[in-house]
């Protein structure tokens, strides 16, 4: 069926109304009486003002009324506008004509078109241009009348000419000082009198006024003695009187000028006189100067370029002097340069270091042993938790601090989350409650100084938290004790966080058996929590001697610093957490090899700082001054300062979380997972390697992401070499494999689209949809 059949047929006669112009329903044709009188008295009071030989009928102006309610200007006005629109006018042009009339007809009940003739007015606009012609003079030719203006510049000129011809043009400045020039060096005692000529009252009134004289008269100096023989021109003026017309010469205008200063003595080579102030006049001046001053060589290097020259070479000093002494020429200033610049110690631009022997260094110090351990766990084990409890145990965190944590937690409803700010500093991280970055802080004890990399627990932040493992000697694996949460625990990310750090070779690990508290610290459930943890972890390499358990409550703080309190936990007679902490082995350090230092951190480190790298050294030793290597960028940068764990020291060594405060190399070269490495012995970048891979996850070739640290790169798995033995590593004989299963040992290819720093030795990680699908050794 049609939708046009849907529209109602519509029949317009019916539909319209038939309204025709005519007179509307509920309109009364007749004029009331109130209306009629209105009519009357308008009408005569119109025709007052119009007169009675207006010609209009009392018909129109009726109307008129009506149609303007009875405004009697406005039925005045359009009744004359009528009376003259009535009147025939001629027109040029039949069309202009017609566009008058419109025109006229639409505003011709406009007040302001009735205005008498005699009243009009003329509005005058000035052109924005001026008319053709030369401004200031005519266009007429010569001896036609000009303009006063035209005649005084004329006469202007015609006087200038004269002037000049005649030689008095004493105004001038050109003049001037042609005759400055020509003037012969007058002595001081000569130019005090000619200025007692130049006054203007000795000038008679008959001359020319046309010498330049001084607005205010020159003041006698009060140190100067005059002689009874030279009378001044104040105390005797010259009678007035013709003048010779030598007298009427310009003379210098002399100022009074003291003695020359240290920086004139020094650049016109003038010797030092009396403090008497003198008269002098422009020109001696500048003679006296050139008689002293020897001219300067331009077209050899200048002393300034000499210096910046000498800056940026090693120990040219004296070479800077030799350089400068042809330039002296007798002149004592650039003499004075000359032995300036050779006394002058230039620094080298270079940084400097002190070329210490650190193993030595190392050696003599005898530090304190140093640890760095990775907190892992399932998410919401309580690791941030306990391990706030630990540092305000040890008193890192005083009360006044974690009383400010609890209160800002309680108001976001969180208060059981205060002692996990003391790590969780992020805005984000707090909101959420869960970790998201590496957390780091730092603590001591009697015999080792601790650093705590408390590691994200949930799924998403895995790359974080394979960015802290890397860092770590050991892990304290936190476990939920609670009942479900280490079921669910074990299914998730505790089984891939104890893999990943094993994969890292982390071989050492603390389990802390938390939230024993809210099962009543049942050693039933501690002892089952203990076997299971034990048999998988032992399946995923690690040795039994070096897994250490505790239980422990982290709100309350039992097992951690101090033994428990509650007498239900009386059966565990073990020593607490941080005591396991102190019997950690200490890792021994790599430090006979090159420096290996992979950056976790790139920001500035103060305003003397402006580029500044955090890490830790994976390998060698690096002090103040070292040039190293940024690969894989391979450009080269100076150290010019260092810090270990946040204080300023000269030198480091492997193991230790340091900042490099580096120089001479742009930001732009530098990402977080590159090296820092030797020129001498730099790491090898590559963009194909071989890999020993431990199976997660089924194994083929794929897509797949490489992770080392920081180190993030999009990679995938080409070709599968082979299937090894766990035991012995040989490569299994048969058939190449097709897919490697989960649990099992291969070695892989692996391809990167951007060349990565890989050295034979280094652990990778390879994920891929989010999942850790196996770990390994570059082989």
Known sequence: MSRHKLVKALDLDEELDDFDGGTEPGYDDEVSADDKEQLRLGTIKVRDILGEDAGIPDKEIEDSLWHYYYDIDKTVNYLL????????????????????????????????????????????????????????????????????????????????????????????????LDKLGAKSRRSKADTRSSSSSLNPQSVPSGQPKN??????????????????????????????????????????????????????????????????????????????ASESHTEFNFAGPSPDDIVTKAQNTKGSAPKAAKQLAPLANGNKS?????????????????????????????????????ANFVVIGHVDAGKSTLMGRLLYDLKVVDQRTLDKYRKESERLGKGSFALAWVLDQGTEERNRGVTIDIAMNKFETENTSFTILDAPGHRDFIPNMIAGASQADFAVLVIDASTGNFESGLKGQTKEHALLVRSMGVQRIVIAINKLDTVQWSQDRFDEISQQVSAFLTSAGFLSKNLAFVPCAGLTGDNIVRKADDPKASWYLGPPLISLLESSEPVTRALEKPLRLTIDDIFRGGVQNPLSVSGRLDSGNVQIGDTVLVMPAKEAGAIKGLEVDSD????????????????????????????????????????????????????????????????????????????????????????????????????????????VPLEQGGRVILRAGGETVGAGLVE
Request: a positive charge; proline letters at 8%.
């Open 81 to 176: 506008s009528q009376k003259t629109n009535s009147q025939p006018k001629k027109s040029k042009k039949k069309k202009a004509g017609d566009r008058e009339a419109k025109a006229t007809d639409f505003f011709k009940d406009s007040p302001w078109l009735n205005i008498l003739k005699e009243r009009c007015g003329e509005i005058l606009i000035e052109p924005l241009y001026p008319r053709g012609g030369l401004l200031g003079g005519s266009s007429k030719q010569d001896g036609a009348p000009k303009s006063k203006l035209a005649a005084l510049a004329a006469a202007r000129k015609k006087k200038e000419n004269q002037i000049l011809e005649d030689g008095q043009n004493a105004t001038s400045s050109v003049a001037l």
């Open 211 to 288: 010498i330049q004289t001084r607005k205010y008269p020159i003041r006698k100096p009060q140190n100067e003695d005059v002689s009874p023989a030279e009378p001044s021109a104040e105390a005797a003026p010259a009678a007035p009187g013709p003048l010779p017309s030598s007298e009427l010469e310009v003379k210098p205008e002399v100022t009074p000028a003291a003695t020359p200063s240290v920086f004139a003595r020094t650049i016109f080579g003038t010797p030092a006189k009396s403090h008497e102030p003198v008269f002098q006049s422009a020109d001696s001046y500048v003679s006296q």
């Open 648 to 755: 300023p020291v000269e030198w480091a060594v492997a193991g230790q979380n340091v900042i490099l405060h580096l120089a001479e190399i742009d930001a732009k070269y530098l990402k977080s997972g590159d090296v820092i490495c030797p020129p001498s012995a730099p790491i090898q970048c590559v963009t194909s390697f071989k890999v020993k891979v431990l199976a997660f996850e089924h194994i083929i070739p794929m897509h797949c992401e490489v992770h080392k640290g920081r180190l993030h790169a999009l990679g995938r798995v080409t070709q599968l070499i082979a299937q090894l033995d766990k035991a012995s590593g040989a490569a299994i004989k048969g058939k190449k494999p097709r897919l490697i299963k989960p649990g099992s040992v291969a070695r892989v290819v692996v391809e990167v689209d951007d060349p």
């Open 334 to 370: 650039v003499n004075g340069v000359t032995q300036g610049v050779s006394e002058v110690d230039i620094e080298d631009t270079k940084i400097r270091g002190k070329n210490l022997d650190v193993l030595a260094e190392f050696e003599k110090s005898k530090p304190k042993n140093a």
